[in-house]
């Protein structure tokens, strides 16, 4: 009986050691451009991706590599590494994407040696983004679906030197605004766009990035659920937004908080959640900037909008690009009849397509100083409507590679002459017939068009390129 117990016991402690063993996991090097005292993290579908999640942060050995032991789930694992953040996830030597990576863990003691060959963002803490941008949080806790997100913030030039208060505008998809290092593929330069209007009249704005949950992305961004995609989160991620972040911002910056300066920003899935929450919650946002909206997602985002009305005054900015999906633009234009339809009336709808109009970051930035300024109606949106008895107009206003100019009160032979800042003489060209000039030429700035017109004044305006 000694033996069979003495037996018993060591199954017993076999199947214990099986069920709950560990796994360790050695780093043997790291690349050369890794920041000195940076941490590294492990994140997979052990800890829900959670890219800086403490209870999974590497030891460092001090000789260049890197080690960490716990007990995953028997069974298959996917993961990365990370410097604490999705921006700064392991990539390739040159800084390319990697898949994921696999192992199968089967229980009980195991080692494995790795190596990270590269980083996505370079090694890089601080990229593209300009110095009024800032990481409010790298791991902000996102309470209503028990997850953790960095959260970027913009804040106005001049905001350490005034005591003003500013509007607040929430965006999605945070990785892609402001930084190259850390965006899919291209930012918005919603920094640069920024500062460049408030260098030339704009009050200036907040804006508070909020980073999507990579592989949580889809869920988060609908309250609807796709039997393909998934979603069924946007709820609680909305209330997120409502009662978890905007408290926080509105504690600790200066802002003005009414729903008539906070608005909500999004592109493709990010659009279909900014325009679930504007319109579910009206009395907390007044204004959605609607871009390449997701709406093909679920049909009910138009039975949402038939149900919820309309409860307040409000703005929405619907755009798409023709050389989308097939859907976009009639889904876009249905969205706009089911909005009238539900009480909201022309003046409240900014309607935008534009043929050559993609779904890609390139275009999202292109667009969004317009957005911009018609949702929140920056002293800048004045530039081009000053001195209304001149009957002239020059459009766009900021521009990106062409301008426009109205010429029927031009003298066709007229000569448009372009100057810098400074004053000095940079260009000139007779105006067309169709009056479109290209400046691809020029850098991004500040800039006064000087042309005559048929009663031979000299007309002046002012021009931004983006």
């Known amino acids: 009986m000694g033996a069979i117990k003495a037996i018993t016991i060591v199954l017993i402690m076999l ?42 942060i590497l030891s460092d050995n001090s000789d260049g590599t890197y080690q960490i032991t716990f007990s995953p789930a028997l069974g298959n694992m996917e993961f990365k590494f990370t ?49 009024n941008v800032s990481i409010l949080d790298a791991n902000f806790y996102i309470p209503e679906l028990g997850r953790n997100r960095r959260i970027w913030i913009y804040v106005p030039k001049n905001y ?36 460049t209007l408030f260098d030339n009249g704009d009050s200036g704005i907040i804006v508070v990035g909020i980073d999507n949950g990579g592989g ?4 988060e961004y609908s309250p609807w659920i796709n039997a393909q995609y998934g979603g069924g989160e946007g709820e609680q991620y909305t209330n997120f937004i409502i009662n978890t972040l905007k408290p926080h911002i509105d504690s600790n910056y200066r802002t003005l908080s009414d729903r008539e300066n906070t608005g909500i920003m999004g592109s493709s899935m ?48 619907l755009m798409a690009g023709t050389q ?33 109009g993609q779904h890609s970051e390139w275009y999202w930035r292109r667009e969004f100083p317009n957005a911009y300024i018609w949702l929140f109606n920056p002293l800048i949106s004045s530039i081009s409507k000053a001195n209304k008895e001149d009957v002239i107009s020059v459009f766009p206003n900021p521009f990106t590679d062409f301008i426009n100019i109205d010429n029927k009160n031009i003298s066709p032979d007229s000569i448009i002459k372009i100057y810098n800042i400074e004053g000095s003489l940079i260009l000139t060209q007779k105006l067309n017939a169709n009056g479109k000039i290209n400046l691809k030429s020029l850098s991004k700035g500040v800039y006064i068009i000087k042309m005559t017109d048929a009663d031979k004044n000299t007309l002046s305006r002012k021009i931004i390129k983006l």
């Open 15 to 56: 199947q214990t050691v099986l069920s709950i063993g560990q796994l360790t996991i050695n780093i043997t090097s790291v690349p050369s451009n890794t920041p000195m005292g940076a941490d590294l993290y492990i994140a997979g579908n052990f800890n829900n991706w959670s890219s800086g999640d403490n209870n999974y």
């Open 83 to 131: 410097r604490g953040d999705w921006a700064s996830v392991e990539g390739s030597s040159s800084g390319g994407e990697i898949g994921n990576r696999t192992y199968n863990y089967s229980g009980g003691q195991q080692t494995i040696d790795l190596s990270i060959a590269g980083w996505k963002d370079g090694g890089s803490s601080t990229g593209t983004r300009a110095d």
């Open 324 to 356: 989308e999906s097939s859907s976009m633009i009639p889904k876009l234009s249905q969205m706009k009849s089911t909005l009238l339809n539900a009480g909201f009336t022309n003046s409240e709808i900014k309607y935008v397509t534009h043929s050559d």
């Open 216 to 219: 949580s992305r889809l869920d």
């Open 160 to 195: 350490d030197s005034t005591t003003d208060s500013f509007p607040v505008m929430y965006m999605q998809d945070g990785q892609n605004l402001f930084d190259v290092n850390t965006s899919f593929s291209g930012e918005w330069e919603v920094d640069e766009s920024l500062n």
């Open 270 to 317: 990010g659009a279909l959640i900014s325009f679930y929450a504007a319109l579910e919650h009206q009395d907390i946002f007044s204004k959605v900037g609607v871009f390449s909206p997701s709406f093909w997602f679920s049909d009910s985002v138009f039975t949402h909008v038939q149900n919820k009305g309309k409860q307040y005054d409000m703005q929405f900015y």
